[in-house]
């Protein structure tokens, strides 16, 4: 069974651009989960979709969104880029109870410059 | 300027030695633990998951302990390895839908 799949693996991007991410789920997984990872913060929530609904938001400003399609995949984009916003991404997925484990894809690093 | 880092309490432990690495939570409310392990350029890898409805949940070659009096988690890893050597996160979760929060992290580091 393919594991949760993340593209792009890296980005570049400059301040002020806006960047969509894409995570694939693990096959029959219905929550999508996203993640901040920096050295300063370290892992944070940022929203979770579970049959093309938000049901969980984090605390990031707007500039963060996301959507789920009907086949689990989700995408997750950052507007008007900011320096602080050069991160790993990780994108996690589950069955969809909040105790199934979830499983990590391998991130996306973005580097805003 | 140059951004702070969280500061990564760091284990070092022999090969073959057993290892511990402990986790405070803060949310009495959360009911589900879990702990991954994370290796450099990978995302975090699921090792073990323990309900609040238990105190000690065993897997292969690890083992979670969780002492919800005074809200503490542990990991105990027997017979470390080197490929045991990575940052170690615990991840906590309460109410409604999927939303983990994760400790700080510890580096493990296993010397040969």
């Known amino acids: 069974k393919a594991g949760v799949t993340q593209t792009p693996r890296y980005l570049i991007k400059t301040r002020g651009q806006q960047v969509t991410l894409s995570c694939s789920p693990i096959?029959?997984?219905?929550?999508v989960s996203w993640y901040q990872q920096t050295p300063g913060q370290g892992l944070q929530f940022l929203f979770e979709y579970f049959s093309e609904t938000q049901r969980n938001k984090g605390n990031f400003p707007g500039r963060f969104s996301g959507r789920q399609f009907s086949n689990s995949r989700s995408e997750m984009n950052v507007s008007t880029l900011e320096l602080g916003d050069s991160a790993l991404y990780l994108c996690?997925?589950?069955?969809?109870?909040?105790?199934?484990?979830?499983?990590f894809g391998a991130g996306t690093r973005l580097s805003v410059l | 300027g140059e951004s702070v880092g969280l500061h990564l309490p760091t284990l070092s432990v022999q090969e073959g030695d057993n290892s511990i690495i402990n986790c405070a939570y803060s949310n009495s409310a959360s009911d589900y633990f879990i702990w991954y392990k994370q290796e450099s350029g990978k995302g975090p890898q699921f090792i073990i998951d323990?309900?609040?409805?238990?105190d000690k949940r065993q897997g292969q070659r690890v083992t979670v302990l969780l002492n919800k009096t005074v809200k503490h988690l542990s990991l105990q890893i027997a017979a470390t390895q080197p490929g045991d050597s990575a940052v170690y996160f615990c991840?906590?979760?309460?109410?409604?839908?999927?939303?983990?929060?994760f400790g700080t992290g510890t580096q493990l580091k296993v010397e040969l």
């Open positions: 996690a997925s589950s069955l969809g109870d909040r105790r199934d484990i979830q499983y």
């Open positions: 991840a906590e979760t309460a109410g409604g839908g999927n939303k983990l929060t």
């Open positions: 323990i309900r609040s409805n238990m």
């Open positions: 096959s029959g997984h219905r929550s």
